[in-house]
């Protein structure tokens, strides 16, 4: 059997993690201990991310005619990949978070929806918060406006205002009839 036999399914493999995927983030993990590189794949996997370490040349080969040919250059040295295909941010947030603290994990480059980033682009990416992070934020900022509501409403009627307020929209009323009775 050809060696490019032996190679092409896990060609396939890495071609198959990348369809569909929202971004591509390729790290040097030279240097972490056992127990990070435990840690690090805990962390991804609880956050749906593939994490690989493959040959250069067979991701070149996965990469070719995708968004992610992009990091054909960046394969050089050890490489390993961080593959979501839910949260496009997912992989720059966990993997920048870690690199903090195991200064030896190293962010080469990536694709997020389909654009190149260097590292330090990927870095300014991790900032970025996560979808339900954004969607409570959002939320959030709806709500608050209908409690102040709420909470005002309620003052008004525990201060026994509300019968003011009842007397001052009857007045109008009450002139409305008059200048239509002249």
Same mark, same amino acid.
């Given at each position: 059997?050809?060696?490019?036999?032996?190679?092409?399914?896990?060609? #396939?493999?890495?071609?198959?993690?990348?369809?569909?995927? #929202?971004?591509?983030?390729?790290?040097?993990?030279?240097?972490?201990?056992?127990? #990070?590189?435990?840690?690090?794949?805990?962390?991804?996997?609880?956050?749906?991310?593939?994490?690989?370490?493959?040959?250069?040349?067979?991701?070149?080969?996965?990469?070719?005619?995708?968004?992610?040919?992009?990091?054909?250059?960046?394969?050089?040295?050890?490489?390993?990949?961080?593959? $979501?295909?839910?949260?496009?941010?997912?992989?720059?947030?966990?993997?920048?978070?870690?690199?903090?603290?195991?200064?030896?994990?190293?962010?080469?480059?990536?694709?997020?929806?389909?654009?190149?980033?260097?590292?330090?682009?990927?870095?300014?990416?991790?900032?970025?918060? $996560?979808?339900?992070?954004?969607?409570?934020?959002?939320?959030?900022?709806? #709500? $608050?406006?209908?409690?102040?509501?709420?909470?005002?409403?309620?003052?008004?009627?525990?201060?026994?205002?509300?019968?003011?307020?009842?007397?001052?929209?009857?007045?109008?009323?009450?002139?409305?009839?008059?200048?239509?009775?002249?």
């Amino acid at each position: 059997m050809a060696k490019v036999e032996l190679k092409q399914p896990i060609v #396939q493999a890495i071609a198959e993690d990348v369809k569909d995927a #929202q971004s591509v983030v390729l790290v040097d993990y030279r240097g972490l201990t056992v127990a #990070q590189d435990t840690e690090l794949r805990k962390q991804l996997r609880e956050a749906g991310v593939i994490y690989k370490v493959c040959k250069n040349t067979m991701m070149k080969r996965a990469f070719e005619g995708t968004e992610f040919a992009g990091l054909e250059e960046y394969l050089d040295g050890p490489s390993a990949m961080a593959v $979501s295909k839910e949260d496009a941010t997912a992989p720059a947030r966990i993997i920048c978070k870690f690199a903090k603290t195991a200064e030896a994990l190293e962010v080469k480059a990536g694709v997020v929806e389909g654009t190149v980033y260097d590292a330090a682009g990927i870095n300014e990416l991790s900032k970025i918060p $996560s979808r339900e992070e954004l969607i409570s934020k959002l939320l959030g900022s709806l #709500q $608050s406006p209908i409690t102040n509501l709420a909470r005002v409403l309620n003052q008004i009627a525990e201060k026994g205002g509300a019968g003011e307020c009842e007397a001052a929209a009857e007045a109008p009323a009450e002139e409305a009839a008059e200048t239509t009775a002249e």
